[in-house]
T-cell receptor, first 113, second 113 residues
Framework: DAGVIQSPRHEVTEMGQEVTLRCKPI?????LFWYRQTMMRGLELLIY????????DSGMPEDRFSAKMPNASFSTLKIQPSEPRDSAVYFC???????????FGPGTRLTVT | GESVGLHLPTLSVQEGDNSIINCAYS??????FIWYKQESGKGPQFIID?????DKRQGQRVTVLLNKTVKHLSLQIAATQPGDSAVYFC????????????FGQGTTLQVKP
């Protein structure tokens, strides 16, 4: 099993640019979670999907952030326009229905200059 | 107001000694708890879990203890090794069955050779 796959692993962009982060969950997992990790706030849940449907997006910081899950094997987190305070490591995690354990990807380190 | 940054508690132990990492959780109705280990540059990895109807669970070199009376969770690592150096997070699942995990701020474990 390849585990949760995220791309890119590192992204450096200038303020105002659009950034798209990608995630492929583990095959057969029904739930997908996007987290942001910073020194200031630790690990924060941004949004999660169940069966491709957004269930809770209360953690999305503002309208500049959007997430989609067009099918069971792919999700994107988009930031438009990006700002320096968006610099963080973004993790995607997935899990099976009926279980609690979330499996995390390696993360995308985003730097906005 | 905003803090300058999270000051993660740090536990420094000698190689071969036992380590105990503590966590206070917030929701007395939480029904499930997980310990995750995060090494530098990687995503959190599952270590061990425990349900709220248990007080103790043992794995390989790790033991989790749950004290529901004081809402306290601990992770014990026996014969700590340099490879155990990482940030350790506890996470709780509330009883609402949403699938969401609430993560603690983490503890840094440093193992001295």
């Amino acid at each position: 099993d390849a585990g949760v796959i995220q791309s890119p692993r590192h992204e450096v962009t200038e303020m105002g640019q659009e950034v798209t982060l990608r995630c492929k969950p583990i095959s057969g997992h029904n739930s997908l979670f996007w987290y942001r990790q910073t020194m200031m706030r630790g690990l924060e849940l941004l949004i999660y999907f169940n069966n491709n449907v957004p269930i809770d997006d209360s953690g999305m910081p503002e309208d500049r952030f959007s997430a989609k899950m067009p099918n069971a094997s792919f999700s994107t987190l988009k930031i438009q326009p990006s700002e320096p305070r968006d610099s963080a490591v973004y993790f995607c995690a997935s899990k099976e229905d009926g279980t609690y354990e979330q499996y995390f990807g390696p993360g995308t380190r985003l730097t906005v200059t | 107001g905003e803090s300058v940054g999270l000051h993660l508690p740090t536990l420094s132990v000698q190689e071969g000694d036992n380590s105990i990492i503590n966590c206070a959780y917030s929701n007395s109705a939480s029904d499930y708890f997980i310990w995750y280990k995060q090494e530098s540059g990687k995503g959190p990895q599952f270590i061990i879990d425990i349900r709220s109807n248990m007080d103790k669970r043992q794995g390989q070199r790790v033991t989790v203890l749950l004290n529901k009376t004081v809402k306290h969770l601990s992770l014990q690592i026996a014969a700590t090794q340099p490879g155990d150096s990482a940030v350790y997070f506890c996470a709780e699942h509330g009883s609402s069955n949403t699938g969401k995990l609430i993560f603690g701020q983490g503890t840094t474990l440093q193992v001295k050779p």
